[in-house]
């Protein structure tokens, strides 16, 4: 078992921060002075939060892109040891088709993350209420402005609502995957009853990986384990279009059938979902939501010995393209295994107020910060996205994406599979758009230091 350096290790790669401080502000903030950004980094290195703190106030964590550290004078010969995905940014042509960010998720259209509004670093900023928040991000605020180093590109605010449900309306965070070395799967065993305990490398740079191997660990010049208790971050920010995903449902389930009520549609967006509002699991509980007006975390089932066909859950349905379980092929075992080296831990958050009415468009903007680590964001992140959420052939489907977040074309279509034959329901519009994104590197504490040192 991994021997977890928690006082070099940002607090955030370690927990979410969600249950003692549901309210955040992420601030994107581009260097517009090297010298100066170096010796405003200097001043808020001492507020970050590590693996060993306990704090109950507010948590500071950063990020930073692969531009900003070219600013800090990174040559190509200490870039080189980083991922090329981090290397590149997530805006590349490539980068592109492997996350589907064509038409109106292109680049081009983002409000932040482009080359129009470019960003370099990212504070996350956690606290235990509104009060103490807007507290800490003014006096943040005014030392940024105050540094002449940095400024301030956007400011997200997030945060969780008090039932853990997304604006879709559906149970979040739930089977994440625990870190070996950091006892959350004794925690998570007894708050769900059931954990997946991926080895340490899966998400701290430096440490062995479900394949019994060590991620490359990014190196410079005088700091040859620069990367060591590090990971890289993905950020994106997706606007869930609520009133189109509830009234497509509706529409769909009287098509379905003539008669068809609220149960119906629950029932049809819980297909595509592949979990019910409660958030308990449709390979469990394939013909009603157990905890309609509560929550279930079960978290403990698997798809290969009771639906291996999907007839409870949908092959295709979000839960199963996102973590396929030991469904992946024939083999549960290989499956199992397999998917295992392609996990990612979550740690977003909401945004925007929860609407009242989710079949009218109140012309609000809300969704989900997208936030997740993992060592490797080509095995894990890059290769869900595209091995898995938008692959049109994913586990012998014909022409399906993902039905909540995929890739779409104008004929986009979605399979409930069902015996003596399957549904299939078609021309599934966006029900999300991205509005921003970038890769990030979130260095252990050792390597902030050497950040703020002259190269």
Same mark, same amino acid.
């Given at each position: 078992?991994?021997?977890?350096?928690?006082?070099?290790?940002?607090?955030?790669?370690?927990?979410?921060?969600?249950?003692?401080?549901?309210?955040?502000?992420?601030?994107?903030?581009?260097?517009?002075?090297?010298?100066?950004?170096?010796?405003?980094?200097?001043?808020?290195?001492?507020?970050?939060?590590?693996?060993?703190?306990?704090?109950?106030?507010?948590?500071?964590?950063?990020?930073?892109?692969?531009?900003?550290?070219?600013?800090?004078?990174?040559?190509?010969?200490?870039?080189?040891?980083?991922?090329?995905?981090?290397?590149?940014?997530?805006?590349?042509?490539?980068?592109?088709?492997?996350?589907?960010?064509?038409?109106?998720?292109?680049?081009?259209?983002?409000?932040?993350?482009?080359?129009?509004?470019?960003?370099?670093?990212?504070?996350?900023?956690? /606290?235990?209420?509104?009060?103490?928040?807007?507290? !800490? %991000?003014? #006096?943040?605020?005014? @030392?940024?402005?105050? =540094? *002449?180093?940095?400024?301030?590109?956007?400011?997200?605010?997030?945060?969780?609502?008090?039932?853990?449900?997304?604006?879709?309306?559906?149970?979040?965070?739930?089977?994440?995957?625990?870190?070996?070395?950091?006892?959350?799967?004794?925690?998570?065993?007894?708050?769900?009853?059931?954990?997946?305990?991926?080895?340490?490398?899966?998400?701290?740079?430096?440490?062995?990986?479900?394949?019994?191997?060590?991620?490359?660990?990014?190196?410079?010049?005088?700091?040859?384990?620069?990367?060591?208790?590090?990971?890289?971050?993905?950020?994106?920010?997706?606007?869930?279009?609520?009133?189109?995903?509830?009234?497509?449902?509706?529409?769909?389930?009287?098509?379905?059938? /003539?008669?068809?009520?609220?149960?119906?549609?629950? !029932? %049809?967006? #819980?297909?595509?979902? @592949?979990?019910?509002? =409660? *958030?308990?699991?449709?390979?469990?509980?394939?013909?009603?939501?157990?905890?309609?007006?509560?929550?279930?975390?079960?978290?403990?089932?698997?798809?290969?010995?009771?639906?291996?066909?999907?007839?409870?859950?949908?092959?295709?349905?979000?839960?199963?393209?996102?973590?396929?379980?030991?469904?992946?092929?024939?083999?549960?075992?290989?499956?199992?295994?397999?998917?295992?080296?392609?996990?990612?831990?979550?740690?977003?958050?909401?945004?925007?107020?929860?609407?009242?009415?989710?079949?009218?468009?109140?012309?609000?903007?809300?969704?989900?910060?997208?936030?997740?680590?993992?060592?490797?964001?080509?095995?894990?992140?890059?290769?869900?996205?595209?091995?898995?959420?938008?692959?049109?052939?994913?586990?012998?489907?014909?022409?399906?994406?993902?039905?909540?977040?995929?890739?779409?074309?104008?004929?986009?279509?979605?399979?409930?599979?069902?015996?003596?034959?399957?549904?299939?329901?078609?021309?599934?519009?966006?029900?999300?758009?991205?509005?921003?994104?970038?890769?990030?590197?979130?260095?252990?504490?050792?390597?902030?230091?050497?950040?703020?040192?002259?190269?």
């Amino acid at each position: 078992m991994a021997s977890l350096n928690f006082s070099d290790i940002q607090g955030f790669v370690l927990s979410s921060y969600a249950t003692k401080m549901p309210c955040a502000n992420y601030l994107l903030l581009k260097v517009t002075d090297v010298k100066a950004c170096k010796a405003w980094l200097g001043s808020i290195i001492p507020q970050i939060t590590t693996g060993t703190d306990r704090k109950n106030d507010f948590s500071l964590n950063i990020a930073f892109c692969a531009t900003a550290f070219r600013s800090f004078g990174f040559t190509e010969a200490d870039m080189i040891s980083f991922s090329a995905a981090f290397q590149e940014g997530m805006i590349t042509e490539t980068r592109r088709q492997i996350m589907g960010d064509t038409g109106n998720n292109k680049p081009d259209n983002w409000t932040w993350g482009n080359d129009k509004r470019g960003v370099d670093i990212l504070l996350l900023l956690f /606290a235990i209420d509104e009060t103490e928040l807007k507290k !800490k %991000l003014t #006096a943040l605020e005014a @030392g940024i402005l105050e =540094s *002449g180093g940095v400024e301030v590109v956007q400011s997200l605010p997030a945060g969780r609502q008090p039932d853990s449900k997304e604006h879709f309306g559906f149970l979040d965070g739930i089977g994440q995957p625990t870190i070996e070395g950091t006892g959350q799967k004794e925690r998570q065993l007894t708050r769900t009853g059931h954990a997946t305990e991926l080895k340490a490398g899966e998400f701290v740079l430096g440490y062995e990986n479900e394949m019994q191997k060590i991620d490359p660990l990014p190196a410079i010049a005088g700091a040859p384990e620069f990367g060591k208790n590090g990971t890289y971050l993905v950020f994106r920010q997706i606007e869930q279009h609520v009133h189109r995903f509830w009234n497509y449902v509706k529409e769909t389930a009287i098509t379905i059938n /003539a008669q068809a009520g609220v149960a119906d549609q629950d !029932k %049809l967006a #819980a297909k595509m979902v @592949g979990r019910w509002k =409660s *958030g308990a699991p449709l390979a469990e509980y394939p013909d009603a939501d157990p905890a309609p007006t509560g929550t279930n975390e079960e978290n403990n089932f698997g798809f290969a010995a009771n639906d291996q066909s999907g007839a409870k859950c949908p092959i295709g349905a979000h839960i199963r393209r996102t973590n396929p379980r030991d469904s992946l092929f024939d083999d549960p075992k290989m499956s199992t295994l397999t998917v295992r080296r392609h996990r990612i831990i979550r740690r977003g958050r909401s945004y925007g107020h929860r609407t009242e009415d989710v079949y009218t468009d109140d012309r609000e903007e809300r969704g989900l910060h997208f936030i997740c680590i993992n060592s490797n964001i080509e095995r894990q992140f890059e290769f869900t996205q595209q091995t898995w959420v938008n692959n049109l052939n994913f586990a012998a489907l014909d022409h399906e994406t993902d039905p909540l977040v995929g890739q779409r074309d104008p004929n986009s279509m979605f399979s409930i599979q069902g015996c003596p034959a399957r549904t299939r329901i078609h021309n599934l519009p966006d029900f999300v758009t991205i509005k921003g994104g970038a890769y990030f590197f979130m260095p252990g504490m050792a390597a902030l230091l050497e950040l703020v040192k002259e190269r």
